[in-house]
């Protein structure tokens, strides 16, 4: 059964700080990860990754994908109060263009 | 752009009724999907349609109706309500080809009791 799980759950931090969000995935046929963050609404997207050890980065955030390891990273550096949201990650498979299977994300709390 | 509108944004049920829940896009995207969410399962394909006259099941359909009768619109429809129903409903769409990426909709949170 094809399977995303992120960690940790939640995580709460402090203004200032670096936060690292985790998502490995046991899939077959797998073609990219897409991350996105979830304020109150709509998630919105951030970063798709389709290649291995490519960064991804826009700002302060930034994504690399491990196929080998099965896994990716997200990082949030100098995190901001605005930071404060759900973050998910999907993965797409090759052989279903109509299918994401999203994880149940990581819950991030930025304290003042 | 509007993009993906979802109404209503809030809807309370009791076990039994009947309701639809509205999804339209202004993109032309001929993909469209449902999911729900539901606290520390993430996000759960209900069912989608690559184009007008065209859908599918996702992971956990049932309860739920879908039809796509034009490009813009595909609601979803709630034959009898069950308790287990209660969450927070998404629309999402994207071009069929190409860009991978998913428009959400701002979401539709339903109690049923």
């Known amino acids: ?112 | 752009n509007a993009g993906v509108t979802q109404t209503p944004k809030f809807q309370v049920l009791k076990t039994g009724q009947s309701m639809t829940l509205q999804c339209a896009q202004d993109m032309n995207h001929e993909y469209m999907s449902w999911y729900r969410q539901d606290p520390g399962m993430g996000l759960r394909l209900i069912h989608y349609s690559v184009g007008a006259g065209i859908t599918d099941q996702g992971e956990v359909p049932n309860g739920y109706n879908v039809s796509r009768s034009t490009t813009e619109d595909f609601p979803l429809r709630l034959l009898s309500a069950a308790p287990s129903q209660t969450s927070v409903y998404f629309c999402a769409s994207r071009p069929r080809r190409g860009d991978e990426k998913l428009f959400f909709g701002s979401g539709t949170q339903l109690s049923v009791l």
């Open chain 1, 1 to 112: 059964e094809d399977k995303v799980v992120q960690s940790p759950l939640s995580l709460v931090v402090h203004e200032g700080d670096t936060v690292t969000l985790n998502c490995s995935y046991e899939v077959t046929n797998f073609r990219s990860l897409l991350w996105y963050k979830q304020e109150k609404k709509a998630p919105t997207f951030l970063f798709m990754l389709t290649s291995s050890g490519i960064e991804k980065k826009s700002g302060r955030l930034s994504s690399i994908l491990d196929k080998k390891e099965l896994f990716s990273i997200l990082n949030i550096t100098a995190t901001q109060t605005g930071d404060s949201a759900v973050y998910l990650c999907a993965v797409w498979l090759v052989y279903n263009f109509n299918k994401f299977y999203f994880g149940s994300g990581t819950k991030l709390n930025v304290k003042p």
